[in-house]
C-alpha cells in the first residue's frame, strides 16, 4: 500500500481529507463508469412480440376464411388468448373479450381491411393489452 | 497529532479499498446474472422465429399451392413432414407439434416441455390452434 504522507487537507475545525483516499474514491468511480457501460442491455419483451403474432394470426385468417361475423371472431381470439384482456371490432362493431374487472395497460392493436366476395369493404381490428 | 492523522488515513484508505472492491465484486456478479437473461431472452426469440418459420414458410408447412412454387399461404398449414423438416425440428428441439387436437409431431422422449408457444393457423380450411412445444 502506498501511504502519502503529509497530503492532507486540515480544515479549520480539524476535519481530515487524505489525498490517497480520495484517489482511491476517483478509482471507484471509473470502475462504476466503466462496469456501467459495458452492461448489456435487456432485450425487448418477448410477451409483446408472441401477443403482436397472434393479433396478426386472427386478422389474417380471418381474412382468408372471410370471418365477418363477431361471435366467430370472438370464438377464435379466445382460444389464442384464453385470459387476456383485449378487443374485436369488424367495421363499426366492437367487443370487449376478458376485460372485467382488468385495468388496462399497454394496448397491442392492429387492423386489416380487405374486399369480400360481396364486394364491400371489411375492416377488422383486434387489440390486446 | 501525526500519529492520529496517519491512523485516520489508513482507516479511511482501507475503508475505501473495500468499498472499491465490494463494487468490483457486486458489478461482475449483475454482468453474469444479466449475461445469463440476456441468453435466456435470446433462446426465447430464436424459438418464437422458428414458430414463426414453421407456419409461414414455403419450406416449412405453409401451404404452397400445386404449380406455384414460391407462394405460400402464411398461416395456411399443410403438413408435409419430411426428413429436412424434421431435421430441423430435431436441431430446434421441437419435440412436440399439435394443430387442435391432433399431434402431427412427437418425440417419445422423457424430456420435459419446457416452452410452449400457440399460434392462429388454418388446417382443412377450418380455424385452429397450433401448439409447438419445446424441450
Known amino acids: 500500500m502506498v501511504h502519502l504522507k503529509l497530503q492532507k487537507l486540515v480544515s479549520a475545525k480539524g476535519q481530515l481529507l487524505s489525498l490517497d483516499g480520495l484517489f482511491a474514491i476517483l478509482f471507484c468511480a471509473l470502475f462504476i463508469f466503466i462496469f456501467n457501460i459495458y452492461t448489456p442491455k435487456e432485450l425487448e419483451n418477448n410477451v409483446d412480440l408472441v401477443k403482436i403474432q397472434k393479433i396478426n394470426d386472427l386478422l389474417i385468417t380471418s381474412q382468408y376464411l372471410s370471418i365477418e361475423s363477431l361471435e366467430v371472431l370472438e370464438q377464435n381470439y379466445i382460444l389464442l388468448f384464453p385470459n387476456t384482456c383485449g378487443y374485436i371490432k369488424i367495421n363499426n362493431t366492437k367487443k370487449e373479450i376478458n376485460c372485467l374487472n382488468i385495468t388496462k395497460t399497454k394496448l397491442l392493436s392492429n387492423s386489416i381491411k380487405y374486399i369480400n366476395n360481396s364486394n364491400h369493404n371489411v375492416y377488422i381490428e383486434i387489440g390486446v393489452y | ?135
Do not use: H, W
Request: charged share 25%.
Open chain 2, 1 to 135: 497529532m501525526k500519529g492520529q492523522i496517519i491512523i485516520i488515513d489508513l482507516l479511511f484508505f482501507a475503508l475505501t479499498v473495500i468499498l472499491v472492491i465490494f463494487l468490483i465484486i457486486n458489478n461482475l456478479f449483475e454482468i453474469k446474472i444479466d449475461d445469463k437473461e440476456t441468453k435466456q431472452n435470446i433462446k426465447e426469440l430464436e424459438q418464437i422465429l422458428f414458430a414463426e418459420k414453421l407456419v409461414t414458410d414455403c419450406n416449412f408447412l405453409a401451404y404452397t399451392p400445386n404449380n406455384r412454387k414460391g407462394l405460400c399461404y402464411k398461416n395456411v398449414l399443410e403438413i408435409k413432414l419430411n426428413s429436412k423438416i424434421i431435421k430441423q425440428l430435431e436441431t430446434e428441439n421441437v419435440c412436440r407439434i399439435k394443430i387442435g387436437n391432433g399431434v402431427v409431431y412427437n418425440i417419445n422422449t422423457n424430456t420435459k416441455i419446457k416452452t410452449t408457444i400457440t399460434r392462429g393457423v388454418i388446417e382443412n380450411g377450418a380455424f385452429k390452434i397450433a401448439e409447438i412445444s419445446f424441450c
